[in-house]
């Protein structure tokens, strides 16, 4: 493994019907931050990191990459690909556009792990 060789994938796009929001779970917010936000900032510590790919409801894409482009600028390449009905396909999708040799995959509901 080189010294950044890791890809993070980011599952985003789920729905929030349990939330009873207007809008995604990820677009949430928890004291002023977006959920997706409170995700990505212990990811972006990660010193191999090369890739982050984001997989976020189409309605969202944008929301995605003005969070992704404020927490990673250019220190770190990312992509914001539309989710699928599942998790599955949205992993699938992610997938899709990753260029590393090591990928971990973190849903962005559960987005107070360490």
């Known amino acids: 493994?080189?010294?950044?060789?890791?890809?993070?994938?980011?599952?985003?796009?789920?729905?929030?019907?349990r939330l009873h929001s207007d809008k995604p779970k990820a677009f949430v917010e928890i004291n002023g931050r977006t959920i997706l936000e409170h995700a990505l900032r212990p990811v972006s510590a990660l010193t191999s990191l090369a890739q982050v790919v984001i997989a976020a409801p189409e309605s969202h894409i944008v929301d995605a990459s003005k969070i992704a482009d404020l927490i990673f600028g250019e220190?770190?390449?990312?992509?914001?690909?539309?989710?699928?009905?599942?998790?599955?396909?949205?992993?699938?999708?992610?997938?899709?556009?990753?260029?590393?040799?090591?990928?971990?995959?973190?849903?962005?509901a559960r987005a107070f792990a360490s």
Do not use: K, Y
Request: glycine share 8%.
């Open 1 to 17: 493994m080189t010294t950044r060789d890791l890809a993070v994938i980011v599952v985003a796009a789920g729905r929030g019907e």
């Open 75 to 108: 220190a770190v390449e990312f992509d914001v690909v539309v989710g699928g009905e599942t998790r599955q396909q949205s992993i699938s999708n992610a997938l899709a556009a990753v260029n590393a040799d090591v990928v971990l995959v973190h849903d962005a």
